[in-house]
């Protein structure tokens, strides 16, 4: 987000954002070419065996009911819900990156997103950028599910040059939105948040009933307030760092709603989700101050003083009321 959002700071730029659906992108891992990738990296024959065998002849059975199926033997891919197969698929896909300096491309497991920062109509990178990743995908046996795959385009000129015309992946041409529910979080093109506070506050209203439910079962006050952390407060707060800085003020005031109906329902005080904003910006800021190697740590710069930290240059609102300029604006008022 501060990377687009940095960009669109510029005249004549917009952005284009290619969020990759894989077909079954754990089961499709060639695991030689996963232990050649991980010698690359750097670890050790006695490790990489070890994974090797543990990926190597794995029996496979389907069961209905009573029914069982034959037993199959599997060489290829991570076991599902293992708790290594996201380290490993992350390391598979290690050397997927951007080929051009104009071009991000974000992994997050098995969700990845190519984001094309244009500027004056030269998609030229981008496009290189998709096929780049298109043929990446054929060489290490992934393949793309072109129907699912997603496109969103960020320009906020007023009078584009030209219609944005639609990328094509191995001649099927990608659908455009408007908006993209990207790790939880639904995400406009216009960087507006309202649908996603709708969403969230539709779900959290809905789940005020079960809150009122164990109210009426006798519960006590301390079993509703967890309820409430656990299946409300955390829907209304989840990734709010991302959006809550940046939402309408009638959002904020219609999810501090339903805090002030599960305060009156549990009968307890409830933490204003204003001050949990304000406490996961600090929290996350501390933990990138500390980590060296966070892409983000060279955005947290002390002055001179070595009290307060030097503020970002910003010339629209949207920027101004982004994580990072909102988080080093906390930071200065609390010192």
């Not at 284009?16 to 077909?23: A, E, Q, T, V």
């Not at 991980?38 to 029996?59: E, H, K, Q, Y």
């Not at 800021?285 to 930290?309: C, E, M, N, T, V």
Request: net charge positive; charged share 20%; hydrophobic share 35%.
């Amino acid at each position: 987000m501060h990377t687009t959002l940095t960009h669109l700071e510029n005249g004549n730029t917009y952005a284009r954002m290619l969020f990759i659906d894989y077909s079954s992108a754990f089961n499709t891992i060639i695991s030689s070419k996963l232990a050649t990738k991980l010698v690359d990296l750097g670890l050790g024959t006695p490790i990489c065996r070890w994974i090797l065998n543990f990926l190597a002849s794995r029996p496979q059975v389907g069961r209905v009911g009573k029914h069982t199926s034959s037993s199959l033997t599997l060489n290829t891919g991570t076991p599902q819900g293992c708790v290594l197969s996201p380290l490993l698929y992350s390391l598979f896909t290690h050397d997927c990156v951007a080929k051009h300096e104009s071009n991000i491309i974000i992994k997050f497991a098995d969700d990845t997103t190519i984001i094309g920062l244009i500027t004056g109509n030269d998609e030229t990178a981008y496009r290189e950028e998709v096929m780049a990743l298109y043929e990446w995908c054929l060489e290490n046996n992934l393949t793309l599910n072109i129907s699912k795959t997603r496109e969103m385009i960020v320009d906020y000129r007023k009078r584009p040059v030209r219609e944005h015309q639609p990328i094509h992946i191995n001649g099927v041409k990608v659908g455009r939105v408007s908006s993209f529910k990207f790790l939880g979080v639904n995400i406009a093109e216009d960087f507006s948040w309202t649908l996603h506070t709708d969403t969230a506050f539709g779900k959290a209203r809905q789940r005020l009933y079960f809150l009122r439910r164990l109210r009426k079962f006798g519960m006590n006050a301390n079993i509703t307030s967890n309820f409430y952390r656990c299946a409300i407060e955390s829907l209304l707060t989840s990734c709010i760092t991302v959006w809550y800085g940046s939402c309408s003020a009638s959002s904020r005031k219609s999810l501090q709603r339903v805090v002030k109906a599960a305060e009156h329902i549990t009968g307890t005080r409830l933490p204003a989700i204003q001050d949990i904003y304000l406490q996961q910006c600090l929290q996350e800021a501390h933990s990138i101050i500390k980590d060296l190697s966070h892409p983000a740590h060279q955005l947290f710069s002390l002055l001179p003083s070595g009290r307060r930290y030097r503020s970002l240059s910003a010339r629209t609102t949207r920027l101004k009321n982004s994580f990072y300029h909102q988080t080093i604006r906390h930071l200065n008022h609390n010192t």
